[in-house]
């Protein structure tokens, strides 16, 4: 869960039109669960957008949860990758991580009788399981069209993103 307290600064950012990013620290947000995390997010070459997070966690092991909402119909080709088509739009999600991935869907339906009811939208996403004392980082590519696997650029730790 995240705390409705904290605040997620932008540490850095870049109008360099090859990799235009913003960086947030996220720690406040998830300071119950985690000792840092920061998320970067980049629209490269303005081709495909990157979302990409790095997280430590503490004295205990953290399952996190990396979801967008949509109302798109999902199709998962295989355990990092989905294809989401909206009308005659394509956008293929990618996730690239060195821990085991499997998106997966979740309803986006009222928990409480007060919440909305989100009708037509849904969760995709993944959970990761990370070990206490532990360094983890995964890249998701918003790539439109329905190649998903084209712009396979390197992946960049976020201290090494270009800044103004």
Do not use: C
Not at 7 to 31: M, R, V, W
Not at 109 to 118: A, I
């Amino acid at each position: 869960p995240q705390s409705t307290s904290g605040y997620a600064p932008i540490i850095s950012s870049s109008e360099q039109p090859s990799f235009l990013n913003a960086i947030t620290d996220l720690k406040e947000i998830y300071s119950e669960a985690l000792v840092s995390a920061k998320r970067g997010v980049a629209i490269i070459d303005n081709q495909y957008m990157v979302v990409q997070d790095e997280v430590e966690t503490g004295e205990k092991e953290t399952v996190l949860r990396w979801a967008m909402v949509t109302a798109a119909q999902v199709q998962i080709m295989n355990d990092n990758q989905v294809l989401l088509q909206q009308s005659d739009k394509r956008l293929g999600l990618v996730v690239d991580s060195a821990a085991e991935v499997k998106i997966q869907t979740w309803s986006t339906g009222p928990r409480y009788e007060y919440d909305s009811t989100n009708t037509g939208t849904l969760l995709v996403g993944f959970e990761a399981e990370i070990p206490a004392n532990t360094k983890q980082s995964w890249r998701i590519r918003l790539i439109p069209g329905s190649n998903s696997s084209a712009s396979t650029t390197t992946f960049i730790p976020l201290a090494e993103w270009p800044h103004n």
